[in-house]
C-alpha cells in the first residue's frame, strides 16, 4: 500500500478522513513509472458529491483501460484539511498515489455548477499551479475543463489551457496520442496546445482576443492563431452502445450523496423545457439498447455488492424500453436490490412501473409543474396540463403514495402574480384530489411539499435573453407565494420553501459571464470565497466586494435583458442547436405557445446534423 500523503496525527483531526486515502473496492493501480500520461480527474467538490458522478467513473474507467495512462482522483479538500494544508505546506495530492498533482500531465476538471468556480482556484492553489494559464512553465499540467458548464467556458478562461466541448468518449484519446507524440520529439507546451486546438471540439483560450463595445457588450472574439478553429462544435456519442460505460464502478468506505449503481439508460430529452440547458446542449436523445443495459446492470451489481441501482436519464419515462428494463431488474429486487427511478413524468404508466420497485411506506413522488399556471407552463413549454397533474396525484394516491414534492420556478419570464399564487393554489388541489379519495382508502395523512427554486438564465437555451431578477424581486416573490399558502384550506397538509436569494443571483452572473469574470472569480477566491455551492459557507458580501475591487457592474450580467442581435461569450462554440432556433422558440415562448416534443414534430433545432439518435427514429 502506498504511503498516504497525510499522517495520522492528522487523519485524526479532520472530519472523514476516508475522504482522502483512496484504496477503495475496484480502484485503478498501477507503476506510475510505468505509463506515458499521468491524468488527474478533478471534480471540485467534497469527496462525497464528486464520487456520485456518473461521469467522473465512466471516464476514470475508459482513460484506465489503456495501458499507457494512470489516470487517478482529485477532490476539494473539505475546509478543515484546506485548513490544515495551508498551514503546513501540504501539497494536494490524488487519491491513488498520493502524489501531488503538479507532478501530472494533465488535469481534467469536471464543470458541473457554477458555484464551484472557487473550489477550482482551491484545487490549483493547494496543488502549487498557477492559477493563471499564461504563468505556467513547461513543467507544469495541463488543465483542461469540461463537462455542461464548459459550454460557457469564458468566466475560467484565464485558468485553463484549454476546454473540451461535448461529451468525454469521443476525442480525448486523440488528445491523449498527440500529447505523447509532441513529447516524445520534445515539443513544447505551446505546440501541444496547438495540435490540441486542430481537434474538433477543442478550445484554447489563449488563441482568442475578445473586443468590446463601449457599452460592455462583446464586438468580436477572434483567434490569434492559425491553428484555432472560427467555431468549436461539440463532440458527442451518436450510437450509445458503442460508448464506454463501467464494468467495476469505484466503492467508496462512506456513505455519499449517490451511494448506488448508476445505469445511464439514455442521453439527451425530447421535452424542450425552454429553461433547461441540459435538454438542448444533450440534443439528440439517444438511447442505450435493451440488451446493453440488461449486460452493464448485471456486471456492475455483482463487482460492487450494491443494494440499489439507479436509472439515470434527463425524462427517464421517455426511454423506449423502461418497461423491459425496469422487469428485468425486478428478478434483483427478489435478492435484495432496490430499483430507483428518477426523472418520471407522473403519469398510469409510471405509476404502475413504480409500484413495482418502490417501497410505498417509504417513499415520496416527485411532480414537477416548475409553474402554477397552464399560461406559465405554456410559456416554458413545459408540456403538462393541470388536468394531467391533477390525475397523475389522484392516480397516486389511489396507489398507496401519501406524500408528494412539487418542484417550481420563480422569477420565469412574463411571470405575473397570477403565476406566483398559482403555486399555491395548484399544491392545494394536489391536496385535494387526495381528500377525494374514500377515506377508508386513503393511506394515513397526505403531506404536499412546494419548492421553489429561482430562475437562472442559461446559455443556449431559449431563455438566454431574458433579464434575471433581482435578489429583492426574487424575494418578493416567494412572499407572495408564501402570503397565498397562509390563506389555503388545507393548511396542515401543505409545506413551502424556497431557495437562496443572493446565490441564484450570483450564479447567474457566472452562468452568463463573460472573460472579465475571471478576475470577480478569483478575488472573491482570495478573499475566503469558497465551498459557495454550500449555504453555510456561502458568504455573499465577499463577491460584493469583489465586484467593486473589479470594477465589475453585477445588473450588466443579471437585469439587462439582451437584445436579439447581441454576440454572446458563448457564441463560438456550435452546440447542436442553432441561434435561429433559439431565437424562435424565445419568440414562440413570449407568445405564449407550445412547441411540441422530439417524437410528435421535428423543430428543426439543428441537431439532425449529427446522424443519430431520435432525429432518425422513423427514417429509413
Known amino acids: 500500500m502506498k504511503k498516504l500523503a497525510l499522517s495520522d496525527e492528522i487523519l485524526l483531526k479532520i472530519e472523514k478522513p476516508a475522504r482522502y486515502i483512496g484504496n477503495e473496492v475496484n480502484m485503478a493501480v498501477k507503476d506510475p513509472s510505468a505509463v506515458d500520461i499521468r491524468f488527474a480527474m478533478c471534480f471540485p467538490d467534497v469527496y462525497e458529491i464528486g464520487m456520485s458522478h456518473l461521469g467522473m467513473q465512466i471516464l476514470y474507467d475508459m482513460f484506465n483501460r489503456r495501458d499507457d495512462i494512470y489516470c487517478e482522483r482529485i477532490f476539494s479538500p473539505w475546509t478543515d484539511l484546506d485548513q490544515i494544508m495551508r498551514e503546513e505546506n501540504i501539497p494536494l495530492f490524488a487519491l491513488e498515489s498520493q502524489d501531488p498533482i503538479r507532478d501530472f500531465d494533465f488535469i481534467g476538471i469536471t464543470l458541473q455548477y457554477e458555484m464551484c468556480y472557487t473550489n477550482i482556484l482551491q484545487v490549483l492553489d493547494l496543488g502549487k499551479i498557477p492559477l493563471h494559464a499564461a504563468d505556467r512553465t513547461e513543467s507544469d499540467p495541463i488543465i483542461i475543463g469540461g463537462g455542461p458548464c464548459a459550454y460557457n467556458p469564458e468566466p475560467l478562461a484565464t485558468f485553463f489551457d484549454l476546454f473540451y466541448i461535448g461529451e468525454g468518449e469521443t476525442v480525448y484519446f486523440d488528445l491523449m496520442d498527440r500529447y505523447k507524440e509532441n513529447k516524445k520529439r520534445g515539443g513544447s507546451r505551446k505546440e501541444f496546445l496547438e495540435q490540441a486546438a486542430e481537434i474538433e471540439g477543442i478550445y484554447v483560450p489563449a488563441f482568442y482576443d475578445v473586443f468590446y463595445h463601449e457599452d460592455g457588450t462583446i464586438k468580436a472574439m477572434t483567434a490569434n492563431n492559425s491553428h484555432a478553429k472560427e467555431k468549436i462544435t461539440k463532440q458527442l456519442v451518436v450510437d450509445m452502445d458503442e460508448a464506454y460505460f463501467i464494468e467495476k464502478p469505484l466503492v467508496p468506505f462512506i456513505k455519499v450523496t449517490q451511494d448506488r449503481v448508476v445505469l445511464e439508460i439514455q442521453r439527451g430529452c425530447i421535452r424542450g423545457c425552454r429553461f433547461c440547458q441540459a435538454g438542448n446542449v444533450y440534443r439528440p436523445l439517444r438511447e442505450h439498447s435493451l440488451d446493453y443495459l440488461k449486460e452493464y446492470a448485471d456486471k456492475m451489481l455483482k463487482s460492487t455488492g450494491q443494494e440499489e441501482i439507479s436509472l439515470s436519464s434527463l425524462s427517464s419515462s421517455d426511454y423506449s424500453q423502461l418497461e423491459g428494463i425496469v422487469n428485468f431488474l425486478i428478478d434483483y429486487k427478489e435478492k435484495g436490490v432496490n430499483i430507483s427511478l428518477p426523472s418520471l413524468r407522473i403519469d398510469a404508466f409510471s405509476l404502475d412501473v413504480m409500484s413495482k420497485v418502490q417501497d410505498i411506506k417509504k417513499s415520496s413522488l416527485t411532480f414537477a409543474p416548475e409553474a402554477g399556471s397552464q399560461r406559465l407552463r405554456d410559456v416554458i413549454n413545459k408540456g403538462l396540463t393541470e388536468e394531467t397533474i391533477l390525475k397523475g396525484a389522484s392516480d397516486a394516491f389511489i396507489g398507496g403514495w401519501n406524500r408528494v414534492k412539487l418542484y417550481f420556478m420563480l422569477g420565469l419570464p412574463t411571470e405575473t402574480v397570477e403565476d406566483m399564487e398559482g403555486i399555491a393554489e395548484l399544491s392545494e388541489k394536489v391536496a385535494e384530489a387526495y381528500y377525494e379519495i374514500p377515506k377508508d382508502q386513503r393511506n394515513g395523512k397526505v403531506q404536499i411539499v412546494a419548492s421553489s427554486s429561482f430562475f437562472v438564465p442559461k446559455p443556449f437555451t431559449p431563455f438566454q435573453w431574458a433579464r434575471m431578477c433581482t435578489r429583492d424581486e426574487f424575494l418578493q416573490r416567494a412572499y407572495i407565494v408564501k402570503d397565498k399558502f397562509r390563506t389555503m384550506l388545507n393548511q396542515k397538509s401543505l409545506k413551502y420553501n424556497y431557495h437562496e436569494a443572493d446565490l441564484t443571483v450570483l450564479e447567474g452572473v457566472l452562468a452568463r459571464g463573460d472573460r472579465k469574470i475571471s478576475a470577480l472569480v478569483e478575488e472573491a477566491y482570495k478573499n475566503g470565497a469558497i465551498y459557495d455551492s454550500w449555504s453555510e459557507h456561502f458568504k455573499n458580501e465577499i463577491w460584493m466586494e469583489a465586484f467593486k475591487t473589479c470594477a465589475l457592474n453585477e445588473e450588466f450580467y443579471t437585469t439587462r435583458e439582451?437584445?436579439?442581435?447581441?454576440?454572446?461569450?458563448?457564441?463560438?462554440?456550435?452546440?447542436?442547436?442553432?441561434?435561429?432556433?433559439?431565437?424562435?422558440?424565445?419568440?414562440?415562448?413570449?407568445?405564449?405557445?407550445?412547441?411540441?416534443?422530439?417524437?410528435?414534430?421535428?423543430?428543426?433545432?439543428?441537431?439532425?446534423?449529427?446522424?443519430?439518435?431520435?432525429?432518425?427514429?422513423?427514417?429509413?
Open 562 to 620: 439582451r437584445a436579439l442581435d447581441e454576440l454572446f461569450p458563448w457564441d463560438f462554440i456550435d452546440a447542436g442547436v442553432t441561434k435561429e432556433f433559439l431565437t424562435r422558440e424565445w419568440l414562440t415562448a413570449i407568445g405564449e405557445s407550445v412547441t411540441p416534443n422530439c417524437r410528435q414534430q421535428c423543430s428543426n433545432c439543428g441537431a439532425i446534423r449529427f446522424h443519430g439518435g431520435v432525429c432518425y427514429e422513423n427514417k429509413n
